[in-house]
């Protein structure tokens, strides 16, 4: 099994600013957390982060036949890009992570187009949450019958 995780904009600051609200964690030690949990899974974890919405939907059109599965922070484009929206929908079965509780927050950010597109979501857990929804969403496909 192999499973892409998506970064979107602006995550590549993450550790360097407003620590209240995403946490000190950065970029390069989540994926290493991915790669970690993806070894104890048993699967393939390629972890992309851009702050191009084209270069997202690029990347979500590219697993199309070569990974089972997403795992996506949308960043701010979550709230108002039904372009990336249109391209999960036509991807290989995602999840939604987002770091802080979108739902907790300003109400621009209440609501997610991506969401709908997605079998389910993580929000508020920080950078455990990323882990959580890669170990969820492997579950659904071993369920689904993917190796
Ligand atoms: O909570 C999340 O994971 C978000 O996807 C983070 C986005 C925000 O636009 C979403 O509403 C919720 C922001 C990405 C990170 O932006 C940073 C900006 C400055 C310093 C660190 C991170």
Same mark, same amino acid.
């Given at each position: 099994?192999?499973?892409?995780?998506?970064?979107?904009?602006?995550?590549?600051?993450? &550790?360097?600013? /407003?620590? /209240?609200?995403?946490?000190?964690? #950065?970029?390069?030690?989540?994926?290493?957390?991915? %790669?970690?949990?993806?070894?104890?899974?048993?699967?393939?974890?390629?972890?992309? %982060?851009?702050?191009? /919405?084209? %270069?997202?939907?690029?990347?979500? %059109?590219? *697993?199309? &036949?070569?990974?089972?599965?997403?795992?996506?922070?949308?960043? &701010?484009?979550?709230?108002?890009?039904?372009?990336?929206? #249109?391209?999960?929908?036509?991807?290989?079965?995602?999840?939604?992570?987002?770091?802080?509780?979108?739902?907790?927050?300003?109400?621009?950010?209440?609501?997610?187009?991506?969401?709908?597109?997605?079998?389910?979501?993580?929000?508020?857990?920080?950078?455990?949450?990323?882990?959580?929804?890669?170990?969820?969403?492997?579950?659904?496909?071993?369920? *689904?019958?993917?190796?």
């Amino acid at each position: 099994m192999r499973i892409l995780v998506l970064h979107g904009p602006n995550l590549n600051l993450l &550790g360097r600013r /407003e620590p /209240e609200l995403y946490g000190l964690v #950065d970029l390069a030690t989540i994926d290493a957390m991915l %790669q970690r949990a993806g070894q104890r899974l048993g699967i393939a974890v390629d972890c992309v %982060q851009s702050n191009h /919405e084209g %270069q997202l939907i690029d990347a979500i %059109q590219s *697993a199309i &036949g070569r990974c089972d599965g997403i795992v996506i922070n949308p960043g &701010g484009l979550s709230h108002s890009s039904v372009s990336l929206r #249109d391209a999960l929908a036509a991807g290989p079965p995602a999840l939604e992570v987002h770091l802080s509780n979108i739902h907790a927050r300003e109400p621009f950010r209440q609501r997610s187009l991506t969401a709908g597109a997605c079998l389910g979501g993580v929000y508020g857990l920080g950078a455990a949450g990323y882990v959580l929804a890669l170990e969820g969403l492997v579950a659904r496909l071993r369920d *689904a019958g993917k190796a």
